[in-house]
């Protein structure tokens, strides 16, 4: 059963809109641009409100060839071992602004540093963007002397399924994968044929057919259902040890599970998490409730016992 203080931080997340003095959730229609834009400035502006950085915590900004990114690092570290940070937001949204103190948790748990770096955008720019961006932002770290030893994938939600399609990318390429990835409430079927997406609908966080549109505004005019969009429907084998967590009341539980099993049956080392009665990316809210906190401790105990010593 979840924490006194999960089921609070849960119930308060699902009646937000109470607070705004809205008696019902707003009904929102995802495939209108401006629905998009004010998306991204709520996200913006959750950031501003709540994105204390840890102590001890550097940020230097980077620009690798136009693409925006930054380190962000303890104050003293090893410069060899990196996570490479893929931000969610569904595709539409995300900023280093806005991803900079989650990332900031993973790091100041696991004593790594992180490269966060922000990928272009939909509806703007629809598949491949978005992939070109995490492979440019792959290749810069190992052009940078980086052995693929010694970086770690860590995504959340969309970022977490463009972690996934970018590890597809990389072994296609032939280029030497990173160390290993961790996935939390990844984005791994944009055809949305997940159970959850049926039952589990008036629980999640997410606005109801919010992930249908996005899946739209994503893959454009192509097949949601290829690999390096959905990565659930690619071949998985040959990819380095995953980590997956998923909440239980998620539209993107099943599709996070299924993933996790097929990966398994091609014979990669995957260790799935079900949040009993959890949410989307609850890993992201450590410390405030047990749950959280254990998710997020083993996500960097993962991340260190995965690269190089």
């Known amino acids: 059963m979840p924490s006194m203080r999960g089921r609070l931080i849960k119930f308060l997340l699902q009646h937000r809109h109470l607070f705004q003095l809205q008696f019902k959730k707003e009904i929102i229609d995802w495939s209108r641009y401006e629905a998009i834009v004010n998306f991204r400035k709520q996200v913006e502006d959750g950031a501003e409100r709540f994105g204390k950085l840890p102590e001890d915590i550097q940020i230097t900004p980077v620009d690798i060839d136009g693409l925006k990114a930054e380190w962000i690092a303890p104050a003293h570290c090893e410069r060899e071992k990196t996570i490479l940070y893929f931000h969610g937001g569904g595709y539409i949204s995300g900023t280093c602004n806005s991803h900079r103190a989650i990332t900031a948790k993973f790091v100041k748990?696991?004593?790594?540093?992180?490269?966060?770096?922000?990928?272009?955008?939909?509806?703007?720019?629809?598949?491949?963007?978005?992939?070109?961006?995490?492979?440019?932002?792959?290749?810069?770290?190992?052009?940078?002397?980086?052995?693929?030893?010694?970086?770690?994938?860590?995504?959340?939600?969309?970022?977490?399924?463009?972690?996934?399609?970018?590890?597809?990318?990389?072994?296609?390429?032939?280029?030497?994968?990173?160390?290993?990835?961790?996935?939390?409430?990844?984005?791994?079927?944009?055809?949305?044929?997940?159970?959850?997406?049926r039952t589990k609908v008036k629980v999640c966080l997410s606005p109801e057919g919010m992930g249908q549109a996005l899946a739209k505004h994503y893959a454009g005019e192509m097949d949601p259902g290829l690999p390096y969009i959905s990565p659930l429907y690619g071949e998985l084998h040959q990819l380095p040890p995953l980590l997956i967590f998923a909440g239980e009341d998620e539209t993107l539980c099943s599709e996070g599970v299924q993933f996790a099993e097929k990966a398994k049956k091609a014979g990669v080392d995957v260790t799935l998490r079900v949040g009993e009665g959890m949410f989307h990316c609850y890993p992201a809210m450590a410390p405030l409730f047990p749950e959280a906190t254990q998710a997020m401790e083993e996500i960097c105990t993962f991340i260190n016992q995965h690269v190089a010593a």
């Open 109 to 197: 748990n696991s004593g790594i540093r992180a490269l966060l770096f922000e990928y272009r955008l939909a509806p703007e720019n629809p598949h491949p963007a978005a992939l070109e961006d995490a492979l440019a932002a792959y290749h810069w770290l190992l052009d940078q002397g980086i052995k693929p030893s010694n970086i770690v994938f860590v995504g959340d939600s969309a970022g977490g399924g463009l972690c996934l399609a970018t590890l597809l990318a990389i072994r296609d390429q032939g280029t030497p994968l990173p160390a290993a990835a961790a996935a939390y409430s990844p984005v791994t079927d944009f055809k949305c044929n997940g159970e959850t997406y």
